[in-house]
């Protein structure tokens, strides 16, 4: 089972990678519209990295409820225990 915490900091890489931004520090209230790089493009990367890395599966209706990193690190805590 991932806490919160732990899913925050086993995120980190993912976005540097699919942002590439390695200095980047996300956080629960990081987003698209505040977030450098962060495009429809680099979301779809995000979102495949995530599945693979807690190994689960983010139906179509999920994604559309993810506004904020903090709504996908639920998301995860929920699918991943």
Known sequence: MY??????????PIF????????????RSSSALNTPNWDSLAHISIIEMVETHFKIRIGLSELEDLKQVGD???????KAS
Do not use: C, G
């Open 3 to 12: 806490s919160p915490e732990l899913i925050l900091i086993e995120l980190q």
């Open 16 to 27: 540097h990678d699919a942002l590439k931004l390695p200095d980047l520090i996300i956080t």
């Open 72 to 78: 996908l690190v639920d998301l995860i805590a929920e």
